[in-house]
Every structure is written in structure tokens, then in C-alpha cells.
């Protein structure tokens, strides 16, 4: 690649700069991100890893290329957020990226100190899921004086200054908000009983969790029949999930909050969903029939489990996005036009569904 206007005093002003901060982003990465198997074989050989999920030709590849990003990502609480990583690093190897990854084990202040790393190692572009919307305009604020490009992808943040960002790549969480209220509406058409939501949120803070807290309710705001009489956050892991399944059903066996049946469960993602059904094996109650499921993010155990009957909706939110932010990177760094907002297309699937169509979800 041509490189731009960067011209080479400053190429060589970054490899003098990217040596010193190799030691520090090396170490950084090793112990954050909990390399696969692969790239920790290419860091105990001593050189610089660059993740990539193919084979070693692609490495070969990915230093000849040298566009080099940096990914700072929330961490690994679901089998969404897992493959969203994968699809990360594989488009970045396909695409001859090199690509720096960190793992923030779901911390802000870790994702804080990653894009700091990655500003003093002067990547070509730094990309980002704010695991929380608030607290980014300092660091976005150093980014934007290095002249470093950001891409804000998955969830969204929250500024008085929306230069600080290139461009946000991601779902429409609200939207998911709605397809799962619209499902309910859908579902209970042909009753006037009062309907009684039991909500699991996501990570306070988060875009995510907001949106599809706030669509859900926008849908049904003037529907009498559903009340939502419990709402706890459960920060996206299955592991919350079943804590909160637990407290609940050991007061007396029962789903219910303080004596009121339960008749709906709204979780803001799978893995927590597949906490209150492992719970829910134990206690006897059927998912699905005894009280009526509706999920968001459709990974590939909950379309099993929506086969089984075991939940009644699954909204899809795509973590695929990588090959397009690999694409949107390339744009970058040859210095084209990318849209500032660029929203992830997703469906919902139901009981309704012939569940036996639905391709394998990879995650
Ligand atoms: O729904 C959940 C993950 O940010 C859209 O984060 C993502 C959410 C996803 O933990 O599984």
C-alpha cells in the first residue's frame, strides 16, 4: 500500500515510537487478551503477535501489508461477544490487517488504558465496543490528536462531540427492543388477562442494554395487559442468569415476585436466558410452556432450545461484523468516505418458524 501524506519521516518517527511501545503493548496484549493456542505459539517464538485465526501464511501476509489496528474488546461473556472476536481477528487475516487485540475482561478503565497503548504504538485505526456508553471523550480526545481514526462497533457512546468518532458500526438495540415486544402483542392477540413480565436486563450503562429496555417498553406502553413486575440485571452472563433463577424460584419453588405468578420472561441475551433454563431443569418448570421466553441475540443453543419448545422468541443480533469493519478500515487508510452510521440488518425467529430452515448460527 501507497502510504499517504503519513509521509515516511513520520513512518520512521512511528517505528522508532512502536519499538519502545512494543515491550509495553506486548506485555499488555499477552496478559489481557489469553491469546488462542495459535498467535501464543507465534509470541513464544519471539515474534510480534499479531492474532490471526488462519494459517501461517496469512501472518506472513498480514506484516507485509502492514495497516495496523487496534481492538479493544469488552471481553468474553457470551458465545455472541466470542464470536464476535473470531470475526474480528479472521477478517483482519483475510484482509492482511494486523491487528493488536485486547481483551478488557470487563472493565472500562482496562479499555481506557488499551486505547492509550494503542495511541502510543500509533496504529493506523483503533476500533472499540464501549462496554459502557458515558466516560470516553478524554481518551477519544487523545485519539483525535494523534490523528488516529475511531471506530465505535457493537454498542454506542454517549458525547457532547461526535468528532471524536469516525464512525459506529452496529444493531439497532432498540429495535430489538420492539421485535420482542411485537412478538408478545402478536402472541397474546386473542386475550385481555393481565400478562406479568419478569425483565433480565444486560450491563447497566450499556447501549445495549438501554435500547432494548427502552423499545420493549415504547411498544408497550399502552398495553394494559402487560405489567412488568420484576427487572434485574443479570450483565449478560449465563452464570447471573441462574444466580437470579435461584434467588427467585428458592422462596417457595414457584416462578414468582412477592406471590405474583410469573407469565413472561424478557432476557436481554441468550446466555442468561441458558442460565435460567439450566435452573429451570432443576425446579421442574418447562420453558416455553409454563411461562412464555422471548431472547435477543439467537445464539445456536437457543434456536436449539427454540426447536425443543423450550423458548417462544429469539430476536437475532448479528456479530458478524468484522469483514465489514476490515472493509471500513481500508477505506480509512486510503483515505475514502465511510458513513458515519452503518446499522447491522437481523430478523427475529419464532415458534412459528420452521425451525429445521435456520442455518447453523456459528455461535
Ligand atoms: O447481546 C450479548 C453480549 O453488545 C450486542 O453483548 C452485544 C451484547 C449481546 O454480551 O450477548
Known amino acids: 500500500m501507497k502510504h499517504s501524506a503519513r509521509t515516511q519521516r513520520s513512518l520512521f518517527l512511528a517505528a522508532a515510537v512502536r519499538f519502545t511501545a512494543l515491550a509495553l503493548v506486548t506485555a499488555f496484549v499477552l496478559t489481557a487478551a489469553g491469546c488462542s493456542k495459535k498467535s501464543a505459539a507465534a509470541n ?30 469488552i471481553g468474553a461473556e457470551s458465545a455472541w461477544r466470542t464470536c464476535n472476536t473470531l470475526s474480528m481477528k479472521t477478517a483482519a487475516a483475510e484482509a492482511g490487517i494486523q491487528l493488536l487485540f485486547s481483551n478488557a475482561e470487563q472493565k472500562q478503565e482496562n479499555q481506557i488504558k488499551a486505547i492509550r497503548s494503542f495511541i502510543v504504538y500509533q496504529v493506523d485505526v483503533i476500533v472499540f465496543v ?16 494523534a490523528h488516529i481514526p475511531v471506530i465505535v462497533i457493537d ?58 429496555y427502552q423499545g420493549f417498553r415504547e411498544i408497550l406502553k399502552d398495553d394494559d395487559r402487560f405489567n412488568i413486575i420484576y427487572s434485574e440485571t443479570g450483565d449478560f452472563l449465563r452464570s447471573m442468569g441462574k444466580e437470579l433463577a435461584e434467588r427467585i424460584l428458592s422462596v417457595d419453588g414457584t416462578l414468582s415476585v412477592n406471590g405474583t405468578p410469573v407469565d413472561i420472561i424478557y432476557s436481554h441475551n441468550d446466555s442468561m436466558t441458558l442460565g435460567f433454563l439450566d435452573v429451570f431443569e432443576e425446579y421442574g418448570i418447562e420453558g416455553g410452556k409454563d411461562v412464555t421466553i422471548v431472547s435477543v441475540d439467537a445464539e445456536q443453543a437457543i434456536i436449539d432450545a427454540l426447536a425443543e419448545g423450550k423458548v417462544n422468541c429469539v430476536v437475532e443480533c448479528n456479530p458478524k461484523t468484522g469483514p465489514l469493519v476490515m472493509e471500513f478500515v481500508h477505506r480509512l487508510t486510503n483515505n475514502r468516505p465511510i458513513p458515519k452510521i452503518t446499522r447491522i440488518e437481523e430478523t427475529v425467529f419464532t415458534e412459528n418458524d420452521d425451525i429445521s430452515k435456520i442455518e447453523p448460527r456459528g455461535y
Open 155 to 212: 454498542r454506542k457512546i454517549r458525547t457532547s462531540d461526535e468528532s471524536l468518532y469516525t464512525a459506529y458500526i452496529g444493531a439497532d438495540h432498540v429495535e430489538e427492543g420492539r421485535k420482542a415486544a411485537r412478538f408478545l402483542q402478536e402472541k397474546y392477540k386473542d386475550t385481555n388477562k393481565t400478562l406479568n413480565i419478569m425483565e433480565i436486563r444486560g450491563t447497566d450503562g450499556s447501549s445495549v442494554s438501554e435500547g432494548r
Open 130 to 145: 464501549p462496554i459502557v456508553q458515558d466516560g470516553w471523550d478524554n481518551v477519544l480526545q487523545e485519539a483525535k490528536e
Open 44 to 73: 513464544t517464538n519471539g515474534t510480534l503477535s499479531a492474532s490471526s485465526a488462519t494459517d501461517s501464511n496469512t501472518e506472513e501476509q498480514t506484516y507485509t501489508r502492514n495497516i495496523i489496528i487496534g481492538f479493544s474488546q
